[in-house]
């Protein structure tokens, strides 16, 4: 940064100098998130000017020589890392700067002076995404002042057809951002996001071949299907709010889409597979599935390719950093063995030992701590200790799987995982008389 800064304040025009500079902390910085670790306030503050001072003399009308194509890509991507960390003054400078990525996206004008090339639209629009993520005030900004996610929403609509897929990911990711607040995604209604978000996965998911291509599209597609439905799914307080025809039907007919998906064969399940991510985003995005469609959801795709996911995924409960990242395909299999009651015997037997569960005349006790078998094999004994765990998420979610599966019979939830385990959901469910018995 101190570098850029002397090279730009004193020999601005040779661009060939200190882009060089830039290209070298672009590298070097590509991972990083702090800055002012290394460098005092002043420096960080500057650099953020200059790299603006440098974006804006494309559209100073005196400015005869205009910034290079190469040249503004590099500063972007420079000023997308430097504003992973903000300073007061950087505040200050990009609120007053925003537009401009907008302009070098092109978005938002009526009709087009200039069409910017796809990596300068790209990464202007990044950089948005780490502004608005990263501090309230610019993201304030950008919501209501810039009327930002109305203005995306109405240009991707437009010309979605002309834009590329990288242009149109960036798109989905500030649009995934934005309707994470629940008054934004309701002022979006009116604009068809829904319905358009519908479509373009109907459009895009055709062959195995597009699949495979656009998978990382597709995936943010789908992340933003989930935030615009999740008003239907059980993360809506508990209550989700009954669909409306067209949402009823919109669901509907994406379920052969992401039969395709889900069914389509991966080689591993490692985080850095397209294809595994996609998976994992439908299952995101089917867990807001109406009550009333779990049925032609099983129908649609077999409960054995869930079930696959599920024991595919089984690993991440056994680290703290990934136990999270469970809990979709967990809440998914949850609302199924809720909605679908006969899903609910296969579930069982997937997660209990057989000798556990089968049918007998013997009696069967209930006692505060479950059978050895249950807490030493199979998914029972990954599953159980969620149960009394910290996290609120997959406490109650391990729990009310349990519940579902068991046929949602009290006594059978505590003689599998013991009173122990079970009475925070005995609680929660007012059942606390039963088990105990």
């Known amino acids: 940064m101190e570098v850029f800064n002397e090279q730009y304040q004193n020999q601005r025009d040779s661009e060939s100098v200190w882009v060089e500079t830039l290209k070298k902390f672009n590298t070097e910085s590509a991972d990083k998130r702090v800055f002012t670790d290394k460098v005092n306030l002043n420096t960080k503050e500057q650099f953020t000017y200059n790299l603006f001072h440098y974006l804006k003399n494309e559209f100073n ?225 089917l867990i807001n599935t109406p009550k009333d469609l779990y049925d032609e959801l099983i129908d649609e795709i077999p409960l054995t390719y869930f079930q696959e996911i599920f024991k595919s995924q089984i690993h991440l409960l056994s680290s703290p950093e990934t136990a999270a990242e469970f809990l979709p395909i967990l809440m998914l299999l949850t609302n199924t063995a809720e909605n679908v009651i006969s899903t609910r015997q296969q579930l069982k037997e997937m997660t209990f030992p057989y000798d556990l569960i089968k049918e007998t005349d013997e009696p069967l006790s209930v006692g505060i701590e479950p059978p050895e078998e249950v807490k030493k094999t199979g998914i029972s004994s990954k599953l159980i200790p969620f149960m009394t765990g910290s996290d609120i998420g997959l406490k109650h979610f391990v729990s009310e799987y349990f519940f579902m599966i068991c046929d949602e019979d009290a006594n059978e939830v505590c003689r599998l995982t013991g009173f122990g385990n079970a009475a925070g959901l005995l609680v929660t469910r007012g059942l606390m008389s039963l088990g105990g018995k």
Do not use: W
Not at 157 to 185: R, T
Not at 193 to 210: G, N, R
Not at 258 to 284: E, H, W
């Open 61 to 285: 009308p005196s400015q005869t020589v205009k910034p290079s194509i190469e040249t503004m890509v590099q500063v972007l991507i420079s000023l997308r890392i430097s504003l992973r960390e903000f300073t007061e003054k950087d505040r200050d400078i990009v609120k007053n700067e925003l537009n401009i990525f907008f302009k070098l996206g092109n978005i938002g004008e009526a009709e087009k002076i200039k069409i910017y090339d796809n990596s300068i639209r790209e990464e202007a629009l990044k950089c948005i995404v780490n502004c608005i993520s990263r501090d309230p005030v610019i993201q304030n900004t950008f919501l209501v002042e810039m009327n930002g996610p109305i203005t995306l929403t109405r240009e991707v609509k437009k010309n979605s057809a002309e834009m590329s897929e990288g242009l149109l990911d960036v798109i989905y990711k500030v649009l995934v951002h934005c309707c994470a607040k629940p008054e934004i995604k309701l002022a979006l209604r009116p604009e068809g996001l829904l319905e358009f978000v519908t479509e373009q996965l109907l459009t895009k998911v055709t062959t195995t071949d597009a699949i495979t291509k656009s998978a990382p599209l597709l995936s943010d597609l789908c992340r933003l299907l989930f935030t615009l439905t999740i008003h239907l799914g059980p993360l809506e307080g508990g209550r989700p709010t009954p669909p409306n025809h067209l949402e009823l039907e919109g669901c509907r007919r994406l379920l052969p889409i992401f039969k395709k998906i889900i069914t389509q064969y991966t080689p591993g399940n490692s985080a850095s597979d397209p294809i595994y991510n996609l998976k994992c985003a439908v299952i995101s995005a």
